[in-house]
């Protein structure tokens, strides 16, 4: 599959437009080499027009310079990310598993299917500077559309740009705009086809601020779920944070989600999953950082290490890759929909009891300290992580002190985080090189670095408890 990134736009056209000349606009110098193309596209979507709705087209278009499957996707600003796969023969009314599974999470158990085919005769004009360099194309389109048994026609332009940058296409749109053409009535020519059937539907009123933070992660699961497919780390870093700080959220503020218990336990069983791609992924660069460059007695050492992780790696791949097309993993982004859009009646006080979360991590902390052992540092760790998601949750109403209070609280969760990633190398260090006295070398490294972090601690804990940045939890 490939993916590349597009930034266009389209313009509604009179009969009989006739493109004004470009040249001086913007750099451009060469105007010739215009081609023609026959394209024909068919657009693929859910009865509920689900992927529309959500921003994505996928089509099967015919002729044409990029003749293929396409999957358009919202990018960065203006932009749009499209995913192409060739035709390769097959089915024409099946979408290939690729792309499938880039909308997997918003058309579910839905089945795409032809919503709409629109044919379009295509005058395409590249845009040049004095170099030679194609700035951007301009297509002139004349369009004849089918969908629900009805057909239209009508012209219109799309600029897109190639080498050159916004100022060409703001140029190119007022000298377009000073000869008659107008900014494009909808969105998409797919739009248009459906001819009033792509309607907005109107999001419900959201009830809290808890609900809120509720439904920014489940978008996010969803938003990075078609990353985690592709096998991107930082997706799959995302999807991960945004299921934990759903399920901390749930478990947290428990009387605004009803029968939250056992979404908890499939989201704990999602971020498990995510976890064993992820941690693999964090323990490899650490444990390996300045390894391979101490010297050839590492060599071997550093290997044996790659190889456990990348096979660890691998594994969690596997059984992550199986699992987001399970129905399992349906049923959970179904529950998630019905806890975050219709949620209980709520916490009396709900401040106070992110007040009280914040307040058990501080006691397991000082207990932790007191006594001097790694695993109680670990299960502060994890409950400053749910005190962190609740207070999240009502930081941007406190403003600055809001922030400084999540910020300090990351600080102190990093510290811990970092002290327990040397507990968990040292302990597979032991597995892997248990008589090996360069293995020990590296044990040993990782038990300073539990040193370090474990001095680092006092200043980072008085730091988020400073009564400024807590008065207004109370």
């Known amino acids: ?37 026959d ?41 749009r990310t ?36 629109l044919r379009t005769h295509r005058i395409e004009t590249p845009l040049r500077d004095a170099k030679g360099r194609t700035l951007a194309l301009i297509a002139q389109d004349q369009v004849r559309a089918e969908s629900g048994g009805k057909e239209q026609r009508w012209q219109e332009i799309e600029v897109e740009l ?13 000298r377009l705009l000073s000869v008659g ?24 009123k959201v009830k809290s601020p808890v609900q809120a933070y509720a439904q920014e992660q489940r978008d996010a699961i969803t938003e990075f779920d078609p990353g985690v497919r592709q096998g991107d780390p930082e997706s799959v870093h995302k999807m991960r944070v945004a299921t934990r700080r759903l399920r901390s959220t749930l ?38 950082a300045g390894v391979e460059e101490s010297g050839d007695q590492f060599t071997a050492v550093a290997a044996r290490i790659r190889q456990h992780l990348d096979d660890q790696v691998d594994r969690g791949r596997a059984a992550l890759d199986e699992s987001l097309e399970s ?24 401040i106070k009891r992110a007040a009280k979360s914040l307040a058990k991590a ?41 922030k400084q209070l999540v910020n300090a609280l990351t600080d102190l969760q990093d510290v811990l985080g970092a002290h327990q990633d040397s507990v968990v190398a040292r302990e597979l260090l032991l597995e892997l090189g248990p008589d090996s006295f360069w293995f020990g070398v590296l044990w040993a490294r990782q038990e300073q670095v539990g040193t370090d972090t474990h001095a680092e601690l006092p200043v980072v804990v008085e730091a988020s408890r400073k009564k400024k940045l807590r008065q207004w939890i109370g």
């Open 1 to 37: 599959m490939e993916i590349a990134s597009e930034t266009e736009r389209k313009y509604d056209v009179p009969d009989g437009f006739v493109l004004p000349s470009l040249v001086g606009t913007a750099g451009i110098r060469d105007i010739t080499g215009a081609e023609t193309h």
């Open 39 to 79: 394209l024909d596209a068919t657009y693929f979507d859910t009865d509920e027009l689900t992927l529309l709705q959500n921003r994505r087209t996928l089509r099967r278009r015919t002729g044409g310079g990029d003749a293929g499957w396409h999957l358009k996707t919202p990018g960065a600003g203006q932009s």
């Open 82 to 117: 499209e995913h192409r796969v060739p035709l390769n023969g097959g089915d024409k009314n099946t979408v290939p598993a690729e792309l499938h599974g880039q909308v997997r999470a918003l058309s579910r158990r839905e089945i795409l299917k032809p919503v709409a085919r």
């Open 162 to 174: 190639v080498d050159g940058d916004a100022k060409v296409l703001e140029a190119v749109e007022k």
């Open 181 to 204: 053409a107008t900014p494009a009535a909808g969105p998409s020519k797919v739009a248009r086809a459906l001819d009033g059937r792509l309607k907005k539907t109107p999001k419900p």
């Open 251 to 288: 478990k947290t503020f428990k009387r605004s989600f009803p029968g939250f218990e056992e979404v908890g336990d499939e989201l704990k069983w999602l971020a498990d999953l995510l976890g064993q791609v992820r941690d693999g992924q964090v323990q490899k660069g650490k444990l390996l």
């Open 327 to 350: 129905e399992r993993y349906l049923a959970l982004l179904d529950r998630i929909d019905r806890l975050a859009d219709r949620p209980g009646k709520g916490e009396p006080d709900p």
């Open 362 to 402: 501080d006691g397991l902390l000082d207990q932790a300290l007191a006594d001097g052992v790694d695993a109680e540092l670990h299960d502060a760790r994890k409950a400053y992580k749910r005190a962190r998601y609740a207070v999240e949750v009502f930081a941007g109403a406190a403003g600055k002190p809001g």
